[in-house]
Nanobody
Framework: QVQLVDSGGGLVQAGASLTLSCVLS????????MAWFRQAPGKERRFVAG???????YHTDRVKGRFTISRDNAKNTVYLQMNRLEPDDTAVYYC???????????????????WGQGTQVTVSS
């Protein structure tokens, strides 16, 4: 059974840093494109960052220069390093992948069908 378990969220003040982690089990991690999405209350789930199996990364403009996605294939883990957090970053963060092996899955949530349970990030002003 393919499973994603994400963790690392918390309550922090604006300007602080957090690192989210997500562990994949049940499939070959090194071949899996991974991504982070976030969903704020009353809003749709939105793309944050993605990383291919070979390490190609891309980030939404809202987080460029502040957030960095990375992966450790030996640990089957993808990370999201978040620096200079802002109140608008408050959301539930989800890691995601797809049953289909693809080099790049893109920014559309509909391309992903395996999701973590979510981890809450709250940034106070």
């Amino acid at each position: 059974q393919v499973q994603l378990v994400d963790s690392g969220g918390g309550l922090v003040q604006a300007g602080a840093s957090l690192t989210l982690s997500c562990v994949l089990s049940g499939r070959t991690f090194s071949d899996s494109h991974m991504a982070w999405f976030r969903q704020a209350p009353g809003k749709e789930r939105r793309f944050v960052a993605g990383i291919s199996g070979s390490g190609f990364t891309y980030h939404t403009d809202r987080v460029k220069g502040r957030f960095t996605i990375s992966r450790d294939n030996a640990k089957n883990t993808v990370y999201l390093q978040m620096n200079r957090l802002e109140p608008d970053d408050t959301a539930v963060y989800y890691c995601a992948t797809s049953k289909i092996y693809a080099r790049v899955l893109g920014t559309n949530a509909a391309n992903y069908d395996i999701w973590g349970q979510g981890t809450q990030v709250t940034v106070s002003s």
